[in-house]
């Protein structure tokens, strides 16, 4: 089979993928038009965010048998386009679960504890303690939405935190020993911290808006790794303004590019994010270890070995 990888990943996939007979070719830097001008010459295509596999790129590739991609969300490529043509579909939310789960519980920490703000503090010759008193974890009612690997490894740190942990989730019957599911309308009432873990669909565009924030009976810590446009941005700034969200911790937001290398857009609301004490932002990271890139390609490759050897 031959296999055409558009992005940069573990040397892994290639080591390993060469060593089972496949063939493959790199192309790292050519344009969305060139590759469609390519693509019916491959078997399969391996991903991360570069290139968008739409409708008009999959009707291009005539021989597809598989698209893999390197990561958790599939939403650059046209699911339902590429079911219809019997494109199977491969990702690897296994593979870094762990990394975003730690990121959850350090930004959370860092965000309460003012960890952060304190030691620039200190650094700048200012010595604070009062101003800088924390607020723990402990005995919090945490909320997460989306219960699949993200959520459930996130779970299993924040129970060893002395959380209650509850969550919602469009499946049924999930609940294990870290975390108890319950009705959005539940968590809602509940949640102190409310955490995303869900990919980005038609009915998660904007799940976190004015209505939802509203709803929430609590004044509440917010932590994003799902996606950017899971929030409406200027409803969150509102609602950090006014102390309803008593914190955000965002490692995604509305206006990355969709490849998620840069923003492709700046406003009054993200410089708000930027500059607010009360806001820790990072470069979409979240699943971005050492560990997680060798991990993420792993369980790409035993995958497609499964699947095609």
Known sequence: ??????????????EQLLAKNFILEEDFTSSYDEVCSKIQNYDGVIIRSRIPLDKNFLEKASNLKFIARVGAGMENIDIPVAEKLGIQLINSPEGNRDSVAEHV??????????????SNEVKNGIWLREENRGDELLGKTVGLIGYGNMGKATAKRLSGFGCTVIFHDILSNLSDEFATQVSLEELKEKAEV?????PMTEETHYLIDSTFISEMRNDFY???TARGKNVETAYLVEALKSGKVK???LDVLEYEKASFENLE????DLQYLLASEKVIVTPHIAGWTHQSKEKLAQVIVDKIIASFC
């Not at 089979?1 to 290639?14: A, E, F, G, S, Y």
């Not at 857009?265 to 009054?268: D, G, K, L, V």
């Open 265 to 268: 857009s700046e406003n009054e």
């Open 194 to 198: 409310l955490s995303l873990h869900i």
């Open 247 to 249: 914190g955000a911790c």
């Open 222 to 224: 917010f932590v994003n």
């Open 105 to 118: 519980v350090g930004m959370l920490l860092i965000l309460m504890n003012r960890l952060f703000i304190a």
């Open 1 to 14: 089979m031959r296999i055409l990888l558009l992005d940069k990943n573990h040397p892994l996939i290639t």
